[in-house]
């Protein structure tokens, strides 16, 4: 796609519910992030995947935190049994080693989870 | 573990001034140096990459300049506008690394 697509914008639970955050990354990008921003809080790294290597997990705050890729593609977030802590703006970039704009990450416009 | 500190955590600014945005890091062994805007409820937009063999990199009205001796990078806004109003974000990639490890950011304000 044109750009890193993250569904959903929004999302709303109840504490102790599970919620899975998705990501679709640019096309041809092999690299892919997520951070979490809390309110007032700078930009937290959760998880790496790059290709078809095992990912760098050593972000994720808990063991109800984990992530997925498929296909060397999309990406799942998943946070089971959600504590109101978890609540923050979830941000998935994208990026590729080569080519014009290599290494640049970009963006998607978030995941706002509030959890209740 | 890479910290990264940016000064000052806000400033407001009549248009049309330049203005310089402060980073600084505490480890020299960087892979990249990122500069990201970010607008409110928004996601972050990529302004400049400087790669830890480069000392500047320039687009449009905005410079960033890299010394990783000091551990420090500059971004350079010539006559700011009210546009600019953000948050400006540097984030580090240490080498051997595939993590970016972000500061806090700087909350610009142009006065109209």
């Known amino acids: 796609g044109a750009g890193v697509s993250q569904s959903p914008s929004n999302k709303v639970t109840e504490k102790g519910k599970d919620v899975e955050l998705r990501c679709d990354p640019i096309s041809g990008h092999t690299a892919l992030y997520w951070y979490r921003q809390s309110l007032g809080q700078g930009l937290e790294f959760l998880i790496y995947?790059?290709?078809?290597?095992?990912?760098?997990k050593s972000g994720l705050p808990s063991d109800r935190f984990s992530a997925e890729r498929t296909g060397g593609s999309v990406s799942t977030l998943t946070i089971q049994r959600t504590q109101q802590e978890d609540s923050a703006v979830y941000l998935c970039?994208?990026?590729?080693?080569?080519?014009?704009?290599?290494?640049?990450?970009?963006f998607g416009a978030g995941s706002r989870l509030t959890v209740l | 573990k890479q910290e990264v500190t940016q000064i000052p955590a806000a400033l407001s600014v009549p248009e049309g001034e330049n203005l310089v945005l402060n980073c600084s890091f505490t480890?020299?062994?960087?892979?990249?140096l990122q500069w990201f805007r970010q607008d409110p409820g928004k996601g972050l937009t990529s302004l400049l990459l400087i790669q830890s063999s480069q000392r500047e990199q320039t687009s449009g009205r905005l410079n960033a300049s890299l010394d990783k001796s000091s551990g420090r990078s500059t971004l350079y806004i010539a006559a700011s506008q009210p546009g600019d109003s953000a948050t400006y974000l540097c984030?580090?990639?240490?080498?051997?690394?595939?993590?970016?490890?972000f500061g806090s950011g700087t909350k610009l304000n142009v006065k109209p």
């Open positions: 970039a994208s990026s590729s080693p080569t080519g014009l704009g290599a290494n640049v990450l970009t």
């Open positions: 995947f790059q290709g078809n290597s095992a990912p760098d």
């Open positions: 480890d020299s062994a960087i892979y990249n």
């Open positions: 984030a580090v990639r240490p080498s051997g690394f595939n993590k970016f490890y």
